[in-house]
């Protein structure tokens, strides 16, 4: 993927063609074995103006891909989107970031031969313009992080030439560099210091207020602390010496006697002390937030999505105190939604932020949006942060709130997948499994008291179908209930008119955190939640929600693709002919039939049927005489 996207076998190039099939391709590549969704994959491909056979088309790319790939690359159906596995086979990217690893570590450890020459290696591995025959979408969402981590490994391979004192053999080189990348701020003190080391002081001088008006000019931002320093050094007449040691670039930033910044931020919310489940999920997150070892220059940006209730904040918020570690210069938190269930506006949440990160005199009193923006970037760059941003809605609301450079880690919750987390590891939570579910139950209700009636315990964890935030309420009011047994709430429960009312306690309330979704719907969408639950609980195709809504099949599709996007549906695999099929979670299902009383009867599973037949006849019929 380091240039246009290829496959080779036996070294010779297997031809196949095709900017969309390339683009399929590389985003499987990209995504490491996790799943990447159909959204993403639309967006990759189509950008904002997908085709109406959206579905049918990324089928049948996948397909072309089996195919071409063999047996032992492995393309799997994982809802909401597709995961690859690579098997034997070698990626140029993996290579290059194992080389750029070890690379780094050489240069920690002060061994600039062998640091030069691995640094070099992976430099070898690159081929072009990364994504050059895949579409502009996906080279727009991608190519800037491999190309970053190019610029990174080339910046640490000149640090390794420049302590071996290579500087004249290099000045042409960064020459060429500065004038290519003219904001890169370590390029240009490497630049200072080589021109320093040849007996140039006049033009590292010059160099040093080129750079000063160039970053006021483009950025409106005066120099960082390491131009600064370079520039001190080269005033006070220590930049011309070439002591051994690990070169500055690896510096962290400066610490205080305890190791810590003074004022380091700490606004992450309090652990869930009885976190149980996900351990995968977590396992993940942890690796995606630990620190870049590839030395790549990729920003750690993790995103975790799924329905309400199914615990993003608690993962997020555990897996953010068990990386503390990691983030010696503090952890910020802004929750996005007001508690109306409103975004905040991102002015709002950046004051919130400048405010953790440094004293607020130095923040303008406008609302300019722009300003602030600007602010933070500048105080949030080069900082070991950890900035988690809950319930995110959109696109326009996180993206003003992204650091600009690779050194703070974000981790996002939200309802679906955001493009604005470009590059982003993508972790979808689904509906915990019976064992974790009766896990959860126990902790929060207790042991003994689940124990003690096992069948009622049973019967509690099919009625909230593995939702965290249900098994909680449902642990909290046996817990609160001592003299109670489990058996009196789980009959209660088990009446699905009345088990949403039972869904509540105190401040929980599984109804209550579906409305915002419900709200944030276009009134159209609103309009047919209720009639689309009325399908049944089982997974139906557009072409059923067609018939059932009197819509054309495209219309209804567009609806159904909305509700999954707002996630209050679930995308269940295919029918025969390819098309998806949808699916209500059980309690989503009764909260949409709720809204709808009396004006959308549930018709039963066989009438269900009957209809889902019906509708996938005329859908073939039309298929047969499409002319």
Same mark, same amino acid.
């Given at each position: 993927?380091?240039?246009?996207?290829?496959?080779? *076998?036996?070294?010779?190039?297997?031809?196949?063609?095709?900017?969309?099939?390339?683009?399929?391709?590389?985003?499987?590549?990209?995504?490491?074995?996790?799943?990447?969704?159909?959204?993403?994959?639309?967006?990759?491909?189509?950008?904002?103006?997908?085709?109406?056979?959206?579905?049918?088309?990324?089928?049948?790319?996948?397909? !072309?891909?089996?195919?071409?790939?063999?047996?032992?690359?492995? /393309?799997?159906?994982?809802?909401?989107?597709?995961?690859?596995?690579?098997?034997?086979?070698?990626?140029?990217?993996?290579?290059? &970031?194992?080389?750029?690893?070890?690379?780094?570590?050489?240069? /920690?450890?002060?061994?600039?031969?062998?640091?030069?020459?691995?640094?070099?290696?992976?430099?070898?591995?690159?081929?072009?313009?990364?994504?050059?025959?895949?579409?502009?979408?996906?080279?727009?969402? &991608?190519?800037?992080?491999?190309?970053?981590?190019?610029?990174?490994?080339?910046?640490?391979?000149?640090?390794?030439?420049?302590?071996?004192?290579?500087?004249?053999?290099?000045?042409?080189?960064?020459?060429?560099?500065?004038?290519?990348?003219?904001? %890169?701020? *370590?390029?240009?003190?490497?630049?200072?210091?080589?021109?320093? %080391?040849?007996?140039?002081?006049?033009?590292?001088?010059?160099?040093?207020?080129?750079?000063?008006?160039?970053?006021?000019?483009? +950025?409106?931002?005066?120099?960082?602390?390491? +131009?600064?320093?370079?520039?001190?050094?080269?005033?006070?007449?220590?930049?011309?010496?070439?002591?051994?040691?690990?070169?500055?670039?690896?510096?962290?930033?400066?610490?205080?006697?305890?190791?810590?910044?003074?004022?380091?931020?700490?606004?992450?919310?309090? =652990?869930?002390?009885?976190?149980?489940?996900?351990?995968?999920?977590?396992?993940?997150?942890?690796?995606?937030?630990?620190?870049?070892?590839?030395?790549?220059?990729?920003? *750690? !940006?993790?995103?975790?999505?799924?329905?309400?209730?199914?615990?993003?904040?608690?993962?997020?918020?555990?897996?953010?105190?068990?990386?503390? @570690?990691?983030?010696?210069?503090?952890?910020?938190?802004?929750?996005? !939604?007001?508690?109306?269930?409103?975004?905040?506006?991102?002015?709002?949440?950046?004051?919130?932020?400048? @405010?953790?990160?440094?004293?607020?005199?130095?923040?303008?009193?406008? &609302?300019?949006?722009?300003?602030?923006?600007?602010?933070?970037?500048?105080?949030?760059?080069?900082?070991?942060?950890?900035?988690?941003?809950?319930?995110?809605?959109?696109?326009?609301?996180?993206?003003?709130?992204?650091?600009?450079?690779?050194?703070?880690?974000?981790?996002?919750?939200?309802?679906?997948?955001?493009?604005?987390?470009?590059?982003?590891?993508?972790?979808?939570?689904?509906?915990?499994?019976?064992?974790?579910?009766?896990?959860?139950?126990?902790?929060?209700?207790?042991?003994?008291?689940?124990?003690?009636?096992?069948?009622?315990?049973?019967?509690?964890?099919?009625?909230?179908?593995?939702?965290?935030?249900?098994?909680?309420?449902?642990?909290?009011?046996?817990?609160?209930?001592?003299?109670?047994?489990?058996?009196?709430?789980?009959?209660?429960?088990?009446?699905?008119?009345? *088990?949403? !009312?039972?869904?509540?306690?105190?401040?929980? =309330?599984?109804?209550?955190?579906?409305?915002?979704?419900?709200?944030? +719907?276009?009134?159209?969408?609103?309009?047919?939640?209720?009639?689309?639950?009325? +399908?049944?609980?089982?997974?139906?195709?557009?072409?059923?929600?067609?018939?059932?809504?009197?819509?054309?099949?495209?219309?209804?599709?567009?609806?159904?693709?909305?509700?999954?996007?707002?996630?209050?549906?679930?995308?269940?695999?295919? =029918?025969?002919?390819?098309?998806?099929?949808?699916?209500?979670?059980?309690?989503?299902?009764?909260?949409?039939?709720?809204?709808?009383?009396?004006?959308?009867?549930?018709?039963?599973?066989?009438?269900?049927?009957?209809?889902?037949?019906?509708?996938?006849?005329?859908?073939? @019929?039309?298929?047969?005489?499409?002319?």
């Amino acid at each position: 993927m380091l240039g246009p996207v290829e496959v080779r *076998r036996d070294g010779r190039r297997v031809a196949f063609s095709g900017a969309k099939l390339h683009t399929v391709l590389a985003a499987l590549l990209v995504a490491r074995e996790e799943v990447i969704s159909d959204e993403r994959l639309c967006r990759l491909l189509w950008g904002w103006a997908p085709p109406a056979t959206v579905s049918a088309q990324l089928y049948t790319y996948v397909s !072309r891909l089996r195919k071409i790939l063999g047996d032992d690359v492995l /393309i799997d159906r994982r809802p909401p989107g597709y995961a690859m596995s690579i098997g034997n086979a070698t990626l140029d990217l993996s290579e290059f &970031e194992k080389l750029a690893l070890g690379g780094r570590e050489a240069l /920690i450890a002060e061994d600039f031969e062998k640091a030069g020459e691995l640094l070099r290696g992976a430099l070898a591995r690159w081929n072009g313009l990364p994504f050059a025959n895949a579409t502009e979408y996906l080279a727009d969402a &991608e190519a800037p992080r491999l190309t970053e981590a190019r610029a990174v490994t080339l910046e640490h391979r000149i640090a390794a030439d420049l302590a071996l004192g290579r500087h004249e053999q290099i000045t042409g080189e960064l020459t060429g560099l500065v004038a290519e990348f003219p904001l %890169r701020e *370590r390029i240009r003190c490497q630049l200072m210091t080589a021109l320093c %080391r040849s007996g140039r002081q006049a033009d590292a001088i010059h160099l040093y207020h080129h750079g000063r008006a160039v970053l006021a000019d483009e +950025l409106g931002v005066n120099p960082g602390e390491e +131009l600064q320093a370079t520039y001190r050094a080269l005033l006070e007449g220590t930049l011309d010496r070439q002591p051994r040691s690990a070169p500055a670039v690896l510096a962290g930033p400066r610490r205080d006697a305890s190791g810590r910044p003074d004022g380091a931020p700490a606004m992450l919310p309090p =652990d869930t002390v009885d976190f149980t489940g996900r351990e995968p999920e977590l396992e993940l997150l942890c690796r995606a937030l630990a620190p870049d070892a590839q030395g790549s220059g990729r920003p *750690r !940006r993790v995103l975790v999505t799924g329905m309400a209730g199914l615990g993003k904040t608690a993962l997020a918020v555990h897996a953010a105190h068990r990386c503390q @570690r990691h983030f010696p210069d503090g952890q910020l938190y802004a929750d996005l !939604r007001a508690p109306d269930g409103t975004p905040r506006h991102p002015t709002r949440v950046l004051r919130a932020l400048l @405010r953790a990160l440094g004293p607020m005199d130095d923040v303008p009193a406008t &609302e300019d949006q722009d300003q602030l923006v600007r602010l933070y970037r500048e105080r949030t760059r080069g900082r070991q942060l950890l900035i988690v941003l809950d319930n995110a809605s959109g696109a326009a609301q996180l993206g003003p709130l992204l650091p600009n450079t690779p050194e703070p880690a974000v981790l996002v919750t939200g309802r679906t997948a955001l493009p604005t987390v470009a590059g982003a590891h993508t972790v979808a939570l689904a509906p915990l499994a019976p064992r974790d579910s009766l896990e959860l139950l126990s902790a929060a209700a207790g042991p003994a008291r689940v124990a003690s009636a096992p069948g009622a315990a049973s019967a509690i964890v099919e009625h909230c179908a593995g939702l965290p935030l249900a098994l909680r309420i449902v642990g909290t009011r046996i817990a609160a209930r001592p003299h109670s047994t489990p058996d009196r709430l789980a009959r209660r429960l088990a009446d699905p008119v009345t *088990r949403l !009312r039972e869904l509540h306690s105190g401040d929980l =309330d599984v109804h209550g955190s579906l409305l915002p979704s419900w709200r944030a +719907l276009d009134p159209e969408v609103r309009a047919v939640f209720p009639a689309l639950a009325a +399908l049944g609980p089982q997974p139906f195709p557009a072409a059923a929600a067609a018939m059932s809504l009197s819509l054309p099949e495209t219309e209804a599709e567009r609806l159904l693709e909305a509700l999954a996007d707002a996630a209050l549906l679930e995308v269940s695999g295919a =029918d025969e002919w390819g098309q998806p099929c949808y699916l209500f979670h059980p309690l989503v299902r009764l909260f949409a039939l709720s809204l709808g009383e009396g004006a959308a009867p549930d018709h039963g599973p066989a009438a269900t049927a009957a209809a889902t037949a019906a509708a996938r006849t005329e859908h073939n @019929r039309r298929l047969t005489h499409r002319p």
